[in-house]
């Protein structure tokens, strides 16, 4: 059980009203979503809003997902307790969190360094063991480690990298959104070295910075 942290109550009621009400029914990630603290992963000042309905600010200029939205997309690639996951933008780290919570790897790429180092620092103060941090630009993924079962891009390029659903695994699933100033949310299922698409919504994300 979590400890109270001053922010216990409303982190139960964003996940009622904000994820439950809204279809997210995997008690594993609606556990999760209880669990981690996203308060800590914002400035002091945004602090009071952390579990609001809506994405916030962080440093240089990024975003910090809507929780909805962050439980939504992690549904999505249907994780296993065995998952490797490659995440395309670390940014503050919560989706990191959850990420780390329900697969066995994480391998999260972020292209601004400052961004990557303080994401490092904060998830290995909380515990987080499983991760593993690169510098470096998300277009080309983590080819090192690749195949990935799970693929998960948390900023908007303006079309599908290629070389990341190359870096998928037969069977496995990636989650992008894609557009420029309007965006939609899709859906990969790479099967029988084919890649399927399916769009599951609209969306807006901060846009992917690095050369295709």
């Not at 998952?83 to 670390?90: A, M, N, P, Q, Y």
């Not at 990557?116 to 690169?134: D, V």
């Not at 993924?141 to 693929?151: K, N, T």
């Amino acid at each position: 059980m979590t400890p109270a942290d001053g922010f216990t109550n409303v982190r139960q009621k964003m996940v009622r009203n904000q994820i439950e009400k809204r279809g997210i029914e995997n008690p594993d990630i609606l556990a999760v979503m209880r669990k981690v603290q996203r308060h800590l992963f914002v400035s002091p000042e945004y602090r009071k809003w952390a579990y609001d309905d809506k994405p916030l600010p962080i440093d240089k200029g990024q975003t910090i997902s809507q929780p909805y939205i962050v439980a939504l997309m992690t549904e999505l690639l249907e994780l296993g307790a065995n998952s490797k996951v490659l995440e395309i933008g670390t940014g503050c780290g919560y989706q990191t969190a959850i990420l780390a919570e329900l697969a066995k790897e994480v391998f999260s790429v972020e292209i601004i360094a400052e961004l990557s180092e303080a994401a490092e620092a904060r998830l290995n103060t909380l515990n987080y063991h499983n991760i593993h941090f690169k510098k470096g630009n998300g277009y080309y993924g983590w080819i090192e480690h690749a195949p990935y079962d799970c693929v998960l891009v948390a900023a908007a390029p303006k079309r599908t990298p290629h070389r990341l659903t190359q870096q998928l695994a037969e069977g496995g699933r990636m989650i992008v959104p894609v557009g420029t100033d309007l965006q939609d949310l899709f859906l990969l299922k790479k099967r029988a070295g084919k890649v399927n698409t399916t769009k599951i919504t609209g969306v807006s994300f901060v846009p992917m910075t690095g050369k295709p």
